[in-house]
Each structure stands twice: as structure tokens, then as C-alpha cells.
């Protein structure tokens, strides 16, 4: 449905850079909202940034994986063929 709203805007394949960037912006949003989140709970500067700094690691590695498996997929991706002009 949302494809008819746009359509020639999805893409077959992301490159590796994409998916690199991507990671890396959505992690430091991840970052800011663990740190608060922690801090706002304990009230411990050095629990939230120890917690911050641990759980992003394993995190960002499971997210990068998770998007390159699905960038293989082809459920629910619509390819566009290049047409000559």
C-alpha cells in the first residue's frame, strides 16, 4: 500500500556503507536513550555509562547483522527495473 504513495523509492540492495552508516546513526540514538534511561533510574553516572557503554557493543554488532540478513530477503521489497531514455 505504502509503495503506491512512493513509488520508485525503495531500492533492491543496500551497499555495505549504507547499512555501516545506518548502524552507526541509529546506535548514537541508542546511546543518548540508554544513558538517560539508566541515569534517570539510578541516579549513578558511572552505572549508566558502564551499562551504556557494554550493552551498545553487542548490540550494534546483532544490528548490523540483523540488517544485512535482511537486505537478502526479497519478502515485501519491490525491484524497479532502469528503463532507457
Known amino acids: 500500500m505504502i509503495e503506491k504513495l512512493f513509488p520508485g523509492t525503495h531500492h533492491a540492495e543496500e551497499t555495505i556503507r549504507r ?31 558502564g551499562f551504556m557503554i557494554v550493552s551498545n557493543v553487542y548490540t550494534t554488532i546483532g544490528y548490523f547483522f540483523h540488517e544485512r540478513i535482511w537486505d537478502k530477503i526479497k519478502w515485501g521489497k519491490i525491484i524497479y527495473k532502469k528503463t532507457d531514455q
Do not use: E, N, W
Open 19 to 49: 547499512s555501516i552508516v545506518k548502524t552507526i546513526s541509529y546506535r548514537v540514538v541508542i546511546l543518548i536513550l540508554d544513558f538517560t534511561a539508566i541515569y534517570l533510574f539510578t541516579g549513578q553516572m558511572k552505572v549508566a555509562v
